[in-house]
């Protein structure tokens, strides 16, 4: 059974070496903030005892005031999971740093929500619209797309 | 002396001489032309059928008894498409290029002894005829891959002369295999002197022959040209309409002549007991043929440098020490003991079989880039 | 890679293939031999009947494409007149949620599958078309009281199946010609 | 003397015969040898993930059916998986069973599709795909059976399955169980010796662990590279915890390692279904839920093994009726994320034939 780690706990552990990353944690997930992405996501790859090395899921949902953008995370090893999640609350230009470099599967993920929700990774060497053809006009996943 | 011979001989006691030999010439290209049309057909029509009751479905079986009307409706089909010619193609090139690929085909009848005496013309280098004219199609297809100005038919044709040149070798040596043996080039005298077939005599020059021929007629698993799940129809890919139909015909052709002459070569032509001649050879040629469907129906194809390797690395070297096998046996073993020749090529084979599938690698591996 | 069993495995599958040159072939020749279908058949069309069909218009509700068009009135006794009753069934993905959701098992699968047409606006089916007739039967799905009338379902794995001592090559097929079941 | 050379694009798909769909690939070419490789998607967009924004949530399960079409039971299972642990709805133990049953039946019948068409890309003229689209038959047959259409199940529901099997199905699956090994070994006699397919497959389109893991790579394409990943196993999802099975896995992450997984894992299978055939229980089969639910505030992801890999489904409920954000992580688009090192260097046949190993739907990666 895949253990889904305490989230308060592991954003303990993201403050020790981050401070000023975590924005939020509760039992099941950890927020952090969009700045800190890149570091904390090595943080959680490279840590012995985390070992997050598989990247599940990576999805954005668009609450109207903000964008969240969530990282369904397992380690294989350990076989636990944690959610990490990060959040942009600039609607015109929401950027998030990309992970492609640390878990190449974001490379499509990101490029479909970049292409459905409108959010740019910053650092992404392709991004490009995925589902959608270049010159589409818009972004379908917003909740103001019509 | 072969039929036409005499009929012209006969000929030339009533009608004035020119007249006298012209007219078997004509005779035996429309008998030799109907023949093998006609056959074409019922090989399309029998490969479909045999090939669906390979993979347990029933092939084509609408058009008159048993579908045996099938190829007809689709020649018909085809020649109402509308003839299709890539804008920025060679047209002279894309048009001339089926004629180029058919007519050679055609021509290979003319050495083929279907019966004693029944051959068109009994050349005394029928053997080299077949090979030197075997080897235009392959120009044909080349000429159709380049004039398609199609990528895959591009990728096509260079497979395809890389293929015709490579196993042209080993298709010649085991020739010579069975030339030496006759002591004649001449079709007719190979089919006379086989009183045992070479396929019992020869079986590794047998089997050399016959893969090489299948790559040249490019059938599975050699039919990398036209491999559909890689360069979707490859060479013919621009075409349509009777050019296309041309192509089709070739293909069929090429499987019949190459049945006929492996027929002629190693299962003692028209010989057998019992039944009439012509009957002999046509069970031979649609014996020939299934196999070949069969092999169609259940092998995989190969990659083109494992084809090439299999070529250059497995079939020519085989071919070579065959030759001198032959060449030894045919100079100091009496002819009254064939049996002996048996068991040592048998072994030969044998040894020479296990060697090659332990000692080469086939084919290369990932290239850096 | 190398030959390493010089052509054992090749011959090997050749024989597999030549196995299955004895083997009756699988093929039913579609126009002339039909199979039986399922008694759930989702078929391309829907059966509707007007007795039952109170227009409360949970179907309506349930579909996901909003296919199901219904018009009603208040009639005598306050309850609903069916107006129009309407289904796009080229828009129809044949989920078969309105049938189960309906309360009173007035609208059912059909059990035919051949319903092409050339015109899509003849695909729309009006209150007349749904109704029960002799080409347009109901299916059992979601409905059990009509799911044992239908007949048995022919089943390729009955194909070679060994019965009282016999094998069987053929499959139960219908050999009802012409269109419908 | 030295000859200039180029190399060349070629523009493979969307109408391909061997790009399963319409999955397109910008290929560049060095003669015959693949220097790059762009997949190009999108042919087959319909946007479900918006679609079903706006629709109920039973509504959205004939949806799911048309992600990955040749596996519509999986999709189905873990969309109503999610749906169920968004709501925290119990389902009936029958259900469970049928659940479980279906599941690996679509699992063998979408396998045997994998395995046919992969065989076919290596040119093997139809047959094998002929033989074990038989074997397919037998079960969409039985499908047919229980839910009345072939390809787009629509089976379970939220608290269950939608209906109880007849009585006839049974005795049938149980025939399809006891024969379907003997065909198993027939495949395996027909091409998995073959030398020609060995010569073909091994050692080419290697996909390492180490990239397997950070690609993501799930299902027979994970486990073919050494890992022995299966959500079966590693996260126990329904009651999967019941059953006896093996995991296959394979040693170098080839074409040939990819193949054999599938054929191991049909066989597996078949032993789960012997199982769950032999344990199912009498009782109801669909929990009472209300038709237009409406589950509490919250977001969840559900993931099952799939044929293909593992498939997730993110929702996320603002407690109306329909969900809020509806996400599906597709297993093959996230296994194609590595095309590009595994085909690069080798020939174009090798790209079809890995491309094949990799076993995509298209319906499923373009939504």
Redesign the interface.
């Known amino acids: 059974m895949t253990v889904a780690l305490n989230g308060e706990e592991v954003a303990k552990k993201i403050t020790e070496v981050f401070p000023d990353s975590v924005a939020a944690a509760n039992k099941v997930t950890v927020v952090v903030t969009s700045k800190s992405l890149y570091q904390v996501a090595e943080f959680l790859k490279n840590t012995s005892g985390l070992d997050f090395d598989y990247l599940n899921n990576l999805t954005a949902v668009d609450y109207i005031d903000y964008f969240e953008v969530i990282y369904h995370l397992t380690s294989l090893k350990h076989n636990h999971s944690l959610i990490l999640k990060t959040r942009c609350y600039e609607r015109d230009r929401p950027i998030v740093p990309s992970v492609v470099k640390i878990w190449r599967t974001a490379d499509f993920q990101e490029r479909e929500v970049y292409d459905l929700m409108g959010i740019t990774f910053e650092g992404h060497h392709n991004l490009k619209r995925l589902l959608l053809w270049e010159g589409f006009v818009g972004h379908p996943l917003r909740r103001d797309y019509l | 002396m072969t039929l036409l011979e005499q009929f012209q001989l006969w000929l030339a006691t009533i009608w004035p001489e020119w007249a006298a030999y012209i007219t078997p010439a004509i005779v035996g290209i429309v008998v030799v032309l109907a023949f093998v049309l006609l056959t074409v057909i019922v090989f399309i029509w029998y490969e479909r059928r045999l090939l669906g009751r390979f993979q347990i479905r029933l092939g084509p079986n609408r058009l008159g008894p048993e579908g045996i009307f099938q190829p007809i409706a689709t020649a018909l089909k085809v020649l109402l498409k509308e003839d299709i010619v890539p804008a920025k193609g060679d047209k002279l090139v894309h048009w001339l290029a089926p004629v180029v690929v058919f007519v050679p085909i055609l021509l290979i009848f003319a050495v083929v002894p279907f019966d004693k005496g029944a051959i068109f013309s009994d050349l005394n280098v029928g053997i080299v005829y077949v090979v030197a004219i075997s080897s235009v199609s392959a120009v044909g297809i080349y000429m159709a891959g380049w004039a398609s100005n199609n990528k895959y038919a591009l990728i096509a044709a260079l497979r395809t002369i890389a293929q015709m040149v490579s196993y042209e070798l080993p298709v010649v040596l085991s020739i010579i295999g069975v030339v030496l043996m006759v002591g004649s080039l001449s079709m007719s005298q190979i089919v006379e002197s086989q009183n045992i077939p070479f396929i019992i005599l020869q079986p590794l020059g047998f089997v050399i022959f016959f893969l090489g021929t299948v790559a040249e007629m490019n059938r599975c698993p050699f039919d990398l040209l036209e491999a559909d799940s890689e360069i979707v129809a490859g060479y013919h890919i621009e075409y349509s309409g009777m050019k296309f139909a041309m192509f089709y015909l070739g293909e069929y052709g090429h499987a019949l002549a190459y049945s006929c002459i492996i027929a002629t070569l190693f299962l003692g032509g028209w010989q057998g007991p019992l039944l009439p001649p012509i009957i002999w050879f046509l069970i031979k040629i649609v014996a020939v043929f299934s196999v070949i469907v069969w092999m169609r129906s259940t092998l995989p194809r190969l990659r083109v440098d494992q084809l090439m390797a299999f070529a250059w690395k497995c079939l020519l070297p085989m071919a070579v020490i065959n030759l001198f096998i032959v060449a030894a046996e045919a100079l100091w073993l009496p002819e009254a003991l064939p049996w002996i020749m048996v068991v040592v090529n048998f072994a030969f084979a044998s040894i020479l079989t296990l060697l090659w599938s332990r000692l080469f690698a086939l084919g290369g591996g990932r290239v850096e880039v | 890679?190398?030959?390493?069993?010089?052509?054992?495995?090749?011959a090997?599958?050749?024989?597999?293939?030549?196995k299955?040159?004895f083997?009756?072939?699988?093929?039913v020749?579609y126009p002339e031999e039909r199979l039986v279908?399922?008694?759930?058949?989702?078929g391309n069309e829907l059966v509707w009947f007007p007795d039952r069909c109170t227009g409360c218009a949970t179907c309506a509700k349930?579909?996901?494409q909003g296919n199901i068009e219904i018009v009603t009135h208040i009639g005598d006794e306050d309850k609903y007149v069916v107006d129009k009753f309407e289904v796009d069934t080229g828009r129809c993905?044949?989920?078969?949620?309105c049938v189960?959701?309906c309360p009173y098992e007035a609208l059912a699968?059909g059990i035919s599958y051949e319903r092409a047409q050339y015109r899509r606006r003849q695909l729309v089916l009006s209150k007349e078309e749904l109704q029960l007739s002799d080409i347009r039967r109901p299916?059992g799905?979601?409905r059990p009281k009509i799911?044992p009338t239908l007949p048995?379902?022919?089943?390729?794995?009955?194909w070679d199946?060994e019965e009282g001592g016999q094998k069987l090559s053929r499959l139960p097929l219908s050999k009802k010609r012409g269109r419908g079941v | 003397m030295s000859i200039k050379t180029e190399p060349f694009i070629l523009n493979m798909g969307p109408q391909h015969p061997s790009t399963h769909g319409v999955f397109r690939m910008r290929v560049t070419l060095d003669g015959e040898v693949v220097v790059d490789v762009e997949p190009v998607i999108g042919y087959l967009h319909r946007g479900i993930e918006k679609l079903a924004e706006g629709r109920t949530y039973t509504q959205n399960i004939p949806f799911t059916d048309r992600l990955d079409y040749l596996a519509s039971m999986t999709n189905n299972f873990a969309y109503v998986l999610a749906v169920e642990k968004l709501a925290g709805i119990g389902v009936p133990e029958r259900a469970e069973y049928l659940r479980i049953i279906m599941a690996e039946m679509m699992r063998i019948s979408s396998h045997l599709m994998a395995v046919g068409f992969f065989l076919n890309d290596l040119g093997a003229m139809m047959t094998p795909v002929l033989y074990m689209w038989r074997e397919r038959e037998k079960l969409l047959d039985l499908f047919e059976m229980v839910c009345g259409q072939r390809l787009t199940y629509n089976y379970m529901r939220i608290g269950g399955v939608s209906h109880d099997i007849p009585e006839e199905f049974l005795p049938a699956l149980k025939r399809f169980v006891a024969e379907m090994p003997k065909f198993i070994d027939e495949y395996d006699q027909l091409l998995a010796e073959n030398e020609i397919v060995l010569t073909r497959t091994k050692g080419v389109g290697v996909l390492p662990e180490d990239l397997a893991i950070n690609t993501a790579a799930s299902g027979p394409v994970l486990r073919a590279s050494g890992v022995k990943w299966d959500i079966r196993r590693a996260d126990p999802y329904s009651i999967y915890d019941r059953f006896d099975f093996d995991i296959p896995v394979g040693s170098v992450g080839d074409c040939y390692d990819r193949y054999w997984v599938r054929i191991q894992e049909m066989r597996q299978s078949v032993r789960i279904l012997e199982q769950a055939v032999a344990q199912l229980p009498e009782g109801e089969v669909c929990a009472k839920v209300f038709q237009l639910l409406r589950p509490p505030v919250g977001e969840v992801y559900g993931h099952i093994e799939a044929p293909k890999g593992e498939l997730g489904f993110y929702l996320v409920s603002d407690n109306s009726i329909a969900p809020y954000r509806f996400h599906i992580r597709p297993p093959t688009l996230i296994n194609l994320t590595a095309l590009k090192e595994m085909v690069i260097g080798w020939k174009v046949a090798d790209l079809v034939i890995t491309f094949g190993s990799i076993d995509v739907c298209l319906g499923e990666i373009d939504r």
């Open positions: 890679m190398r030959f390493e069993r010089y052509g054992v495995g090749v090997k599958g050749m024989v597999v293939t030549f299955h040159l083997r009756h072939p699988i093929t020749q279908v399922s008694r759930r058949i989702r349930s579909c996901p993905m044949f989920c078969g949620l189960e959701s699968m299916s799905y979601a799911e048995r379902q022919s089943l390729l794995v009955d199946r």
